[in-house]
């Protein structure tokens, strides 16, 4: 009888993986097809001077690539911790890192639109990203460590 129980717990965590899967990669693509129908609009009701569209695009290329990066992050994430391998916690403090260093440059695209930039937020923020940093060289030594 613990046998059927057994097998039922590996189907069932094989198909919330795959679900996971299914569901981080569906945002994937949607955050690339947002990135082009953005682009496409900010082209198609374009009015106003040549840099202001240069800052448009680059804002769309950035912000929608760096999130990119953080569901990638995740979905390899999701993927070691359904396998059982080691780097679960290394891949969501990239994706921490990733977002963090998102959200900076997103402050300073939407400054050079309104002339503003919070730099206290922008401190907060960098110091969040240290301490992501900090914390991912501290694990990724010890599993140096533990393979050694």
Do not use: P, W
Not at 2 to 7: A, K, P
Not at 66 to 83: K, M, N
Request: hydrophobic share 55%; no cysteine; glycine share 2%.
């Amino acid at each position: 009888m613990t046998y059927r129980f057994e097998n039922l717990d590996k189907k069932l965590i094989n198909a919330i993986t795959v679900l996971l899967k299914i569901l981080l990669l569906a945002a994937f693509i949607a955050v690339i097809v947002y990135m082009i129908i953005a682009i496409y609009n900010s082209v198609l009701y374009y009015k106003g001077s040549g840099e202001n569209i240069l800052y448009t695009f680059i804002d769309i290329i950035v912000e929608n690539s760096l999130l990119a990066v953080v569901i990638f992050e995740i979905y390899e994430s999701v993927s070691d911790f359904f396998d059982g391998t080691g780097k679960t916690v290394q891949y969501i403090l990239n994706a921490a890192i990733s977002f963090s260093a998102r959200e900076i440059l997103l402050i300073i695209f939407q400054a050079k639109f309104s002339s503003a930039i919070e730099f206290n937020e922008i401190i907060s923020i960098s110091v969040l990203i240290v301490a992501l940093s900090f914390s991912s060289f501290i694990i990724s030594r010890q599993n140096i460590k533990k393979t050694q």
